[in-house]
């Protein structure tokens, strides 16, 4: 699956959730957003070694595929929509066939579209040190991109049992007539 089809789900799936599916979505990212901030805080100096003497090497030459994904995207929506447009052209860009420097960085060359409070899972876990810093912090953060992409993993068995419920239920209700 290429990565504008995984884009266009993640809109669709946002744009079709029922009212509480959307609401625990947004707990969700939200308690996802919370454990980057506490990555950040924790990494800070191997994130700031990252940014003065890397210059961003990990967002070159990498298989986009395996750095972002269709909960990446999701998430993102969710709390960014307005880089929806913005998200829309970088993947006109995107090669499938190879690989190449990432496709989100402004101008190509940076920075990332994505802002700091906002970041795909692979990016804000992943550090130029030879040393993972803020191990906790990754662990915790790891555990929510789990949690978001297990509630999206049982979307469909929730929407498929709403559904056949409010059939139930309407069908027992035309039986009382």
Same mark, same amino acid.
């Given at each position: 699956?290429?990565?504008?089809? !995984?884009?266009?789900?993640? !809109?669709?799936?946002?744009?079709?959730?029922?009212?509480?599916? /959307?609401?625990?979505? @947004?707990? #969700?990212?939200?308690?996802?957003? /919370?454990?980057?901030?506490?990555?950040?805080?924790?990494?800070?100096?191997?994130?700031?070694?990252?940014?003065? *003497?890397? %210059?961003?090497?990990?967002?070159?030459?990498?298989?986009?595929?395996?750095?972002?994904?269709?909960?990446?995207?999701?998430?993102?929506?969710? %709390?960014?929509?307005?880089?929806?447009?913005?998200?829309?052209?970088?993947?006109?860009?995107? *090669?499938?066939?190879?690989?190449?420097?990432?496709?989100?960085?402004?101008? &190509? #060359?940076?920075?990332?579209?994505?802002?700091?409070?906002?970041?795909?899972?692979?990016? #804000?876990? +992943?550090?130029?040190?030879?040393?993972?810093?803020?191990?906790?912090? #990754?662990? /915790?953060?790891? =555990?929510?991109?789990?949690? %978001? &992409? =297990?509630?999206? @993993? +049982?979307?469909?068995?929730?929407?498929?049992?709403?559904?056949?419920? &409010?059939?139930?239920?309407?069908?027992?209700? /035309?039986? *009382?007539?």
């Amino acid at each position: 699956m290429g990565l504008q089809y !995984q884009f266009k789900k993640a !809109q669709e799936t946002i744009r079709r959730l029922a009212p509480a599916d /959307r609401e625990r979505l @947004g707990e #969700i990212c939200g308690d996802i957003q /919370r454990a980057e901030k506490s990555l950040r805080i924790a990494a800070a100096e191997a994130l700031a070694y990252c940014g003065s *003497s890397c %210059l961003g090497v990990c967002c070159r030459n990498i298989d986009l595929d395996a750095v972002l994904g269709f909960p990446d995207f999701v998430y993102i929506l969710t %709390l960014e929509n307005h880089l929806a447009d913005r998200m829309a052209a970088c993947l006109q860009n995107e *090669s499938a066939l190879y690989i190449t420097d990432c496709i989100f960085l402004e101008n &190509g #060359i940076g920075p990332c579209i994505f802002s700091n409070t906002v970041m795909p899972e692979v990016c #804000i876990t +992943t550090f130029c040190a030879t040393e993972t810093p803020a191990q906790p912090e #990754i662990r /915790r953060l790891k =555990w929510k991109f789990f949690q %978001l &992409g =297990w509630f999206l @993993g +049982t979307l469909k068995i929730r929407v498929f049992a709403r559904n056949l419920l &409010g059939l139930v239920k309407q069908t027992d209700h /035309r039986v *009382s007539q």
